[in-house]
């Protein structure tokens, strides 16, 4: 069984950073697995935020890019959300999952991390 926890957030001030991490663990391929950061707020659904393939590719949405980086240490079974610039509407929990080629998730989702962007 898979399990996947995610750590790292936590309260910071518009303009200011976080990383997190996710770390998985169980019988997986770590290393050639699509994995993704996705996010909810209060009252939205769930969506995705950024992924990155097992070649080190990735992608993200328009709503971070240029302030997001995901990053993966497949030594670790570890993928990381480097997150600068923070704005209040990055207020939400934020998960990981792998994701197949047609990016669905595919593990059972961990509890998450908040992050809270105030001043």
């Known amino acids: 069984q898979v399990q996947l926890v995610e750590s790292g957030g936590g309260l910071v001030q518009p303009g200011g950073s976080l990383k997190l991490s996710c770390a998985a663990s169980?019988?997986?391929?770590?290393?050639?697995?699509?994995m993704a950061w996705y996010r909810q707020a209060p009252g939205k659904q769930r969506e995705l935020v950024a992924r990155i393939n097992s070649g080190g590719s990735t992608n993200y949405a328009d709503s971070v890019k240029g302030r997001f980086t995901i990053s993966r240490d497949n030594a670790k079974n570890t993928v990381y959300l480097q997150m600068n610039s923070l704005k209040a509407e990055d207020t939400a929990v934020y998960y990981c999952?792998?994701?197949?080629?047609?990016?669905?998730?595919?593990?059972?989702w961990g509890q998450g991390t908040q992050v809270t962007v105030s001043s």
């Open positions: 169980g019988s997986i391929f770590f290393s050639n697995k699509i």
């Open positions: 999952n792998r994701v197949s080629l047609t990016i669905q998730p595919m593990w059972p």
